[in-house]
């Protein structure tokens, strides 16, 4: 996929900035933590959900510690309606690359799931362009996975950067690396989709149009299309039919032209 589409590598760097980014901007706010502001605390605690425990602790290596989860408090609410404002349409920018990135890994996603429906014309069973799409996606283990994946990042963002009442924009440095483990999973998902190669006689197409044409070339609207040797010459011809054909023998060489009275009287059966 990465080298029939030059559109994949660009996504995968959308992809693997969020996980780079997060990683210096977790690194940054704990840095900025250990030395003791006076508008964060630093916290004891890595649970996954942030713990508020209402007390701090003077008795640490930094200005003031918790049981609970280290925070960073930004404020800018204390500007006025201004700052507030400004607030909101910082997190909105921060959330506008996530999201992106996120739905261009979807577009892997439908490469990935057009090449396999295309690729089953090779199969057993054929292809059939009468299949319920909606049924499909819901049986998609990689649909599934990368709308789970979407949720949990949004969500791990949601808790790594809020704005509240009177308080102003919070950090918390645990859940910002838990983002970053998300965003990875998400950049190493859409790596695997990209790396992999459909093994096979039938040219890969990753829904380039063109390709596929060149493929087809008896149609079928009703019942499973195959492909494969459709004429033992030399050169040898490959195509689509509505009957399950053998694979191409890669002892012969291939590229001749199928007669097309052949093609044209089957239609004419059909048609009848």
Not at 25 to 46: C, I
Not at 123 to 135: A, D, F, K, Q
Not at 241 to 265: I, K, M
């Amino acid at each position: 996929m990465i080298t029939a589409h030059p559109h994949v590598r660009k996504i995968l760097i959308l992809l693997w900035t969020l996980p780079i980014l997060s990683g210096i901007w977790g690194g940054g706010v704990y840095g900025y933590l250990l030395k003791g502001p006076k508008n964060g605390v630093f916290g004891r605690s890595w649970s996954f959900l942030p713990v508020f425990t209402g007390s701090t602790d003077a008795n640490c290596s930094t200005r003031q510690c918790t049981d609970g989860t280290s925070i960073l408090n930004v404020g800018w609410t204390s500007k006025g309606d201004a700052g507030t404002v400004g607030a909101v349409f910082l997190i909105t920018a921060f959330q506008s690359i996530v999201t992106l990135a996120l739905h261009c890994a979807e577009l892997l996603v439908n490469l990935s799931r057009d090449e396999k429906v295309y690729r089953a014309l090779i199969g057993p069973r054929g292809t059939n362009s009468h299949y319920n799409s909606v049924l499909a996606a819901f049986t998609s283990w990689q649909t599934l996975f990368l709308f789970a994946l979407k949720a949990g990042v949004h969500w791990m963002f949601g808790l790594a950067i809020n704005l509240q009442f009177q308080l102003g924009v919070n950090m918390h440095p645990p859940q910002i690396f838990y983002f970053g483990a998300f965003s990875l999973a998400a950049a190493l998902f859409g790596l695997v989709l990209s790396l992999h190669q459909p093994k096979g006689y039938l040219p890969v197409a990753f829904g380039h149009i063109q390709t596929i044409a060149d493929v087809v070339d008896e149609w079928s609207d009703s019942g499973c299309m195959f492909w494969g040797e459709k004429s033992a010459g030399n050169p040898g011809y490959t195509g689509t039919s509505t009957h399950r054909l053998g694979p191409p023998d890669e002892r012969r060489w291939y590229g001749g032209q199928h007669d097309q009275r052949q093609s044209r009287a089957r239609f004419s059966a059909t048609e009848s």
